[in-house]
Structure formats: C-alpha cells, structure tokens
C-alpha cells in the first residue's frame, strides 16, 4: 500500500489499488480515472484533505474512503463525472473523532451516474454536506447515508440533489437513515432537492428513530446485554456500505474491519 | 433443584392492574399449564418472569434457583436459565439468526463456541424442527411466517437449553404437523435434561401432547384453583363457567366489558377487552 503524505496527482491503475493517507499537513489530491478502478483510500491521518477528481468518458470507477483517523478530519470534495462515466463512492466512518466533510459532484455530461454512500457509526460529531449536480441530460445521481448515532454522538447531514434547466431525462435520489440507541441525542438530516427541469425523476426518504424497544427486549431474552444488542443492530444497519464495493478482498476487508470497530464502539 | 417461586406478584401494564397476588411455585423436571380465559394475565405472568420492562411489578416477589429476579436485568434472567417462547416474536432486519444464536450461546460459556461444533448443532435443530436449509443465514424473523416464527423460537430453545422453559400460546399458527414437530422438541428436551416448562396453551391436543402434571386456573389476575391433568380436561369438556360460578369470580374482559357497556348485544368481548390494553 503506497503511502502519501504530502500533494500529489493520482492516476489509478486498471483493476484495485490502496493508498495510505498519513499527512501531518493538509493534502491536495487530484485523481483521475481513466480506466475501471477500484480504489481504496485509508484515512490514518489528516487534519485538512482537498480532493478533486475526474472520471473520464465511458469509465467506471469506485472508490473507498475509509477513516481512521484518531485526529479531525476536515474534506472539501470535488469529482467530476464525464460522458457515460459512472463513479460509486463509499464512506465508511466508524472512527471515534469528528469529520466536516463537503462534498460536490458534478454530472457533467449526458450519460454521467454517481453513487455516494456513507456508513457512519457516530460517538463524536459527524457533518456532512453531499450536493450531487445533474448538470447534463440523462444523468443519474444518487445518494444513500445510513448512521447509528451513539451515546455521545452528534450527526448532521445535509443532503442535496439538485437538477439544472435543460438536464432532461435526469434522475436524482436519495436516502438517509439515522439510528438512535438513547434518549436526548440530536441528529440532524435536511434533505434537499433543487429541480428547475421538468422532464425528471427525483425521490427522497428519511428517517431517524430510535431502536424499537420490542425488539430489544426480546434480544436481551436470549442473554445479550444491551451493547451486544447495539453492536449487533448496527453491524446490520451499516454492513450492506460494503456491497457498493465489488472487488471481494476490499469487500471482506472492510467487513471484518466494520464489524471490530462497531464492537469496540458499543462496548464503550 | 432450580425452583421458580413466585409470591403475592401484582403486576401493572400503563398503570391497569392486570395481575393481583399470583402465588406459583415450579419445581425441576415439573410441567405446569397455565389456562384461563383470554385477557385474565396468563402472558402478563409470563413477560413479569422474564422481565418485559412494559410490565411493572408493583409488590411481591420472584425467585429462581436461589436468586431475586426482579432485581436481574432481562439478559440475567436468561443467563440463569429462563427462556420465553413468545407469542409474537420480533422481526430484526439486518441480523442473522446465525449471528444471534452464536451470541446468545456464547453469553452462557466460559469460551466462544468453536465454528464447527456451532454449525454441526445449528444444522442439527434445523433439521430437528424441519425449518429451511437456510434459516442460519436469514435476518432473525424477518418475512417469516407466523408458523416459522413459532418454530424459531424453539430452534432458540434448543440452542440454549434452558432449565426452565415458559411457551406463551407457541402452538397457535402452527399446523398439526408443526404442532406435532414442536411438541416432540419440548419433550426430547424436557425428558433429557429435566428442563421445567410453563405453557400456555388453548388447543387440547398440544396439551395432550406435552402432558402437564399441573394446571392453574387464572382469572382476573389471580389463579383461582390449580389440580392435576384432570382440570385442564374438564376446562376442555365444560369451559370456564362451572369455576366463575363455584369460586364466586367474574373474569377480567368481562368485568370491564359489564362496567363500560352494560347492555350491549353483538360486542367482540374479546375485542373491547384487548382495546383496554392497547
């Protein structure tokens, strides 16, 4: 796994490539896809970290931003998705420190599909802000963000689907669910659609809730303790991120390293 | 000996007494049925054992093998050997019943329960209780049906061996055959490891099978007269009146029904009295 620290321009290879990001300053890093990817971004270290990437025609990309980091991670994100290109981004919070992440993607040309996840397992504070322009005709964009919000956890997601005049025959969807295990926690969600076309499909779904008491109940009647319980739903609730991946060693990576960390978490 | 004594229990669902001093004491190795008319507290006394938090007991007591339960959180209760088949058994999306059962066994071991011998016992139930091939790998009860949801909990059952078994109407939804599997299961484990059981039961024929060497009549939150196996029979044969005229008692859904409608004809009693305690 190559390590960066410091700014640098990123052209992935063909097929799936890891990068280590341990920076004591903040990082500039422009990526771009040319061919199809699956990469893998580990977060150890990072206090600012600037992100802009292009995928160009015809290319399918994913990429994973994992976040270890111990530190606060504060991202300002651009990617840019051209003619039938098709970008999937996964990111998996389940670290105990906070993030500020921003980010835009832009549908640039006909054809264009984004997918943006998050998991996030929340114990500090988590703000998000994920803006997907359809800046293009039959342009698809998507956004799903699923959380467990902890004990000392503070969530805010500002998700927002927006659909330029003139980008016909464009879809914009989102989703984002928020899991609460006490009382007196505040999440936040705004989901936002900006549409000034008419020719469109677009759709959003939220909730935040708490964790049904029945179903606690009858998980402790079979001898879990309450944190078994917590780790065992949020594993659940924030496990299927690691679908979007489609190479299996990231996939079964991620998982196990998910499961350890929602375990340590509920313990807590 | 693990006995389960339970003493002048009263028990509040939303501030409504439901249970008014229940006395019961179950021995090792005993099989009790629990009858009575519905809405007079048998499930109420069922959850209050486990410790459903929706119950609140207001006076009394219960022991088990030595131990104040009301002073155990309801994952204690379990590690110390009670187990409630319940009558609607939760759906949780996103966990595996693989996943549940190994944490739930693990919880009662002083080491994690190797892979191996997990499957080979899992697959073992599974065939046990003629369930698919892959109820490991489904979400705990989710899209079951109400008959396969009824076996699962004795497929939990027989994972975690309790020493005292409580079944809360486990036989309604099932069909005479799965009746027939589920009873099989409670016997084979009753007769090898002496596991006490409490059921609750409507349907004869599940009783016939399981065969209780005691039963308790409970109305309006009281048991109002226990026997042998010859009780539950003549509550099959005759119902309930011939006890509310000799003990002199009127049961709870009609209580209520005589206090808030008293002269309507075409009512659900059944129906008006589950309205109370929604």
Known sequence: METISTSKTIIPAAGYSAYEIDAAEAVRLELRAVSGCDVFFRILRCPKLEIESVTEEGVKASVLFYNSSGETLNTEEVHNVKKDASLTIAYGECNGADTFRTVRVNLQESGANALLSSASLVNEKKEYRIDVANLAPHTNGEIRNFAVVLEKGRLMIDAIGRIVKGAYRSESHQTSRALSFAEGQRSEILPELLIDENDVQASHAMSIGRVDEDQLYYMMSRGLSVQQCTSLISTGYLMPITKVIENEELRNMLAEEMERKIAELCSM | ?278
């Open chain 2, 1 to 278: 000996m693990k006995t389960l004594e339970i003493k002048n229990l009263h028990v509040n669902v939303e501030d409504k007494e439901i249970l008014k001093g229940v006395d019961l004491t179950v021995r090792e190795n005993e099989i009790h049925a629990l009858m009575g008319p519905n809405g007079n507290g048998k499930s109420t006394l069922l959850a209050a054992i486990m410790g459903n938090p929706k119950f609140e007991v207001t006076e009394g007591e219960i022991w088990y093998d030595g131990k104040n339960l009301l002073e155990m959180p309801v994952n204690e209760r379990s590690i110390a050997g009670i187990f409630l088949a319940m009558q609607y058994p939760q759906e949780i999306p996103g966990v595996t019943n693989s996943d549940f059962l190994r944490a739930a066994m693990n919880v009662r071991r002083e080491s994690p329960v190797p892979l191996f011998t997990f499957i080979k016992a899992i697959e073992k139930t599974i065939s046990d209780l003629q369930m698919k091939e892959d109820l490991a790998h489904r979400f705990l009860n989710e899209g079951f049906s109400g008959g396969e949801k009824k076996r699962n909990e004795i497929v939990q059952m027989e994972l975690l061996k309790p020493s005292l078994a409580m079944l809360d109407e486990i036989d309604s939804g099932l069909d005479v055959d799965a009746i027939k599997i589920v009873g099989d299961a409670i016997n084979r484990l009753h007769e090898e490891t002496g596991m006490s059981v409490i059921i609750v039961s409507h349907y004869e024929r599940f009783l016939e099978m399981i065969r209780p060497q005691f039963t308790h009549v409970l109305v309006d939150g009281r048991i109002v007269c226990s026997g042998g196996p010859e009780l539950a029979n003549r509550i099959d044969t005759e119902g309930y009146d011939w006890i509310y005229k000799e003990y002199n008692i009127t049961p709870a859904a009609e209580a209520d029904e005589l206090n808030r409608r008293p002269a309507s004809i075409g009512v659900c009693a059944v129906r008006e009295s589950v309205k109370g305690l929604e």
